[in-house]
């Protein structure tokens, strides 16, 4: 387990997806960037989260399930 940053999307109040981040300060950039594509259901979060990663086989990583406590 490791802290990350992450860039979370939601439909309905729902995770769909999640994304880790270089830092707070870039995921806060997408986030604005996916914000402008409006849609009333879909909303963006960025937040630091303890999170079990796995390794993709390109060599990076990805979240495999967020902790939160």
């Known amino acids: 387990m490791e ?3 992450a ?3 939601f ?3 729902e ?3 999640h994304r880790i981040q270089e830092s707070m300060s870039i995921c806060l950039k997408h986030k604005r960037e ?3 594509q409006f849609s009333d259901n879909i909303e963006y979060k960025c937040i630091k ?3 079990e990663l796995e390794d993709n086989i390109d060599g990076t990583k990805s979240i495999k399930k967020i902790i939160l406590e």
């Open 49 to 51: 989260t303890k999170a």
């Open 3 to 5: 802290i990350v940053v």
């Open 7 to 9: 860039l979370l999307m």
């Open 15 to 17: 995770i769909k997806e």
């Open 34 to 36: 996916a914000s402008r």
């Open 11 to 13: 439909v309905d109040h």
